[in-house]
């Protein structure tokens, strides 16, 4: 059962696994950041293409799950200018897909980036986790491993 906070909203630790069933992918460590306003997932290369004149996204993409690296497609949400937290601006694509995150399920825009050398291939802004949740930064993986996931991961 999830903790819940009087006025209603679910508490997470600093870092959590979600999922992102639009994406096929069952487990992405992530890492939860109230300073970043949006969320980021790793790709390792990604693409552009047309579908009945609409832009999407290819991208390949192995969020840190033995076994798990696939390729992905989705339409295009947008494109916007996004400011790491080193100052550095880059043009990003913004998807819009599912997320669940203990046991609540819910649409969020993420943008793709090359976060090869992170920690965690995923991570969850601010905007992912509005209404819903509140960090508790003292705390991490609060609500567990999903089932499917490997110790080693």
Known sequence: ??????????VVGWREWVALPGLG???????????A?????????????????????GFLLSPGVAGQAREAVAPILDEREV?????????????????????????????LSDRAGMLFPMLMGRTSLARVFTVD???SFVH?????????S
Do not use: Y
Not at 37 to 57: M, Y
């Open 137 to 139: 930064p003292a705390r």
């Open 83 to 111: 400011t790491d937290s080193g100052g550095r601006t880059t043009r990003r694509v913004f998807l819009r897909t599912s997320l669940v995150l203990a046991g609540i399920e819910r649409e969020v825009e993420i943008n």
């Open 25 to 35: 992918l069952d487990a992405v460590k992530a890492k939860v950041d109230t300073g």
């Open 37 to 57: 306003r949006t969320s980021t997932l790793h790709v390792d290369r990604q693409w552009r293409f047309f579908e009945q004149g609409a832009p999407w996204a």
């Open 1 to 10: 059962m999830s903790e819940r906070l009087p006025n209603a909203r679910i």
């Open 144 to 152: 567990g491993r999903p089932p499917d996931v490997l110790p080693s």
